[in-house]
């Protein structure tokens, strides 16, 4: 009689896991020993973190922990309920009018997770009748919550209109909506919306932003790849996560009010889910209020990230087409990213090596990300160590 668990010995993947463990090279669940800034320390060893979405940096900025606190203080730690029942706070409505100011939209609702935020918002909307039209490169999340939904899924090449008005034609007679990332979490390149936009009002179908990583970072005050786009009217649906540019954990969808009000009413994950605790929802308020009074946060982490990819770019690494604090090195083959990871860690710098299915088969890279609080000394720091990497692994020459 057949074992369920009789697959776990025999996995592939997981005897080249526990071979990397042994030898040294696995690069994933460490563990940092101090809060996540610029810098952090792991297994004892201090390194420049260039490995984070924390984007802003405001994770430490002093208004964003005390307003943390004080939530706490009033509130207490958990609301212990869905928003359905006993889980909202007067808190929670007034994030989601601070947010549906800030986003451009009617209404917004906040979910407990930017996971959560899609597969509510998509599984509510969509249904087997339905077509969801999405870029090749959109995130796990949105997968899931497409397969959940019980829609009609087709997948246009990566950030390729042409590819994407063949499908529109295909489908010209059934509700339709078109999926894509603002800012596309490994290659850091930007959606082309304008295009976008203006295919889905042609064929008369509904757009769904996921702008998680642009959220904070793009647009004028961090409000937006649509923002940054000028076209915000242009969007039906935007979702953004808490977890990076706004120094929490959580996630919101905004849009029309009767869209916010339909979803908030069919989301599982909104409706059998606690809700965000009084903590959480204070730091984003915080952070909201950080980047209206002071909208260059944004301007510094593109300055910042863009001195590294010229520097990168000049010594011959491939960055891809980023444009984004999100800097890719890519590299191709998985062992020589794991190696260069290794080189880079051991040089003080903490990078993520994303391997597939993380990317496509042989795009395996280093994925390094910059915050507005680096300094250019940090930044000189990462400069020499990639140089340095480069040259011991082959990835560049003198």
Known sequence: ???????????????????????????????????????????????????????????????????????????????????????????????????????????ALIFGTGYQANLGALTALLGKDDIAIADKEIHASLVDALTMAGCKLKRFRHNDVNDLERLLKEYEGASKLVIVDGVYSMGGDLAPLPEITALAKKYNARVYLDDAHGLGVMGEGGRGTHFHFNCVDDVDVVMGTFSKSFASLGGVVAGSKDVIEYIQHKARSLIFSASMPPA?????????????????????????????????????????????PVVPVIIGNDMSTVFAWRACFDAGIYVNPVLPPGVPPNKSLLRTSYMATHTDEQLDRVIEAFRAVGLKTGLISE
């Open 1 to 107: 009689m057949a074992d369920l668990f009789e697959k776990i010995n025999k996995d592939p993947m997981l005897q080249v896991v526990r071979v990397a463990k042994d030898q040294g090279f696995y690069p994933y669940f460490k563990p940092l020993s101090t809060t996540e800034g610029t810098e952090v320390i792991i297994d004892g060893k201090r390194l420049i973190m260039i490995g984070s979405n924390n984007y802003l940096g405001l994770t430490t900025h002093p208004a964003v922990r005390e307003a943390a606190m004080d939530a706490i203080a009033t509130f207490g730690t958990s609301c212990t309920g869905s928003r359905f029942l006993n889980g909202t706070l007067d808190l929670h409505k007034e994030l989601e009018r601070r947010l549906a100011s800030f986003l451009g939209k009617e209404a």
């Open 280 to 324: 959480n929802v204070a730091t984003v308020m915080a952070c909201v209020d950080i980047l209206e009074a002071d909208p260059s946060y944004a301007q510094k982490v593109h300055r910042n990230a863009a001195k590294v990819r010229n520097a990168l770019r000049e010594m011959g690494f491939n960055c891809g087409e980023s444009v984004t």
